[in-house]
């Protein structure tokens, strides 16, 4: 069985946004860690953000970041 990312998915995520409170408008990746752990223990909302609070979550906790910040450096969002 082989298991294929989906690349779509992943830029969405890059270049995701905080849609709301004290973080509003910084892509995921730039939140604070506490700040998304404090999510983690009040639970993360429902539906895409939050799913994509807890895969930023372990992509912090696994010291992924670097990844990130490559993917949005190699593949600016488009302007629609």
Do not use: A, C
Not at 35 to 42: S, T
Not at 46 to 55: A, E, F, P, S, V
Request: proline letters at 9%; hydrophobic letters at 35%; a positive charge.
């Amino acid at each position: 069985m082989e298991i294929r990312p989906d690349s779509k998915q992943l830029l969405e995520l890059v270049h995701y946004r905080m849609p709301f409170g004290k973080f509003k408008g910084r892509y995921l990746v730039d939140l604070p860690l506490p700040y998304l752990v404090w999510f983690r223990q009040k639970g993360f909302p429902k539906g895409k953000l939050g799913d994509y609070l807890n895969t930023m979550l372990t992509i912090k906790d696994n010291n992924l970041e670097p990844i990130i910040r490559k993917l949005q450096k190699d593949f600016p969002r488009q302007s629609t």
